[in-house]
């Protein structure tokens, strides 16, 4: 088992930005990719970003790409998101997620475990 907890999330205005952690606690967090994923309200849940295990390859979906950074550091077992030019859209609730290395398509669910999520509402 992976236990994750998000936190960082908050209340910030249009063009302001935050910083999501995700700390991870169980099993060898090296072995697993990490990624993060938003739910808003009536909205199937979508990706948002990923990490590869050695921090060697991203992915992000085209809606965040240019304004998110994810990022780990292995040493904390902590995952981040770096969240800038935050635009009301990006009001949802946030969840990292972790599946363990192997496979292809790297970033691609399924993934085994999540976090309960940290809500980020944006004011326009």
């Known amino acids: 088992q992976v236990q994750l907890v998000e936190s960082g999330g908050g209340l910030v205005q249009a063009g302001g930005s935050l910083r999501l952690s995700c700390a991870a606690s169980g099993r060898t967090f090296r072995n697993y990719h990490m990624g993060w994923f938003r739910q808003a309200p009536g909205k199937e849940r979508e990706f948002v970003a990923a990490i590869s295990a050695a921090a060697i390859s991203t992915r992000y979906s085209d809606s965040v790409k240019d304004r998110f950074t994810i990022s780990r550091d292995n040493a904390k077992n902590t995952v981040y998101l770096q969240m800038n030019s935050l635009r009301a859209e990006d009001t949802a609730n946030y969840y990292c997620?972790?599946?363990?290395?192997?496979?292809?398509?790297?970033?691609?669910?399924?993934?085994?475990?999540w976090g309960q999520g940290t809500q980020v509402t944006v004011s326009s």
């Open positions: 997620a972790a599946r363990p290395v192997g496979g292809s398509n790297w970033y691609a669910p399924p993934y085994d475990f």
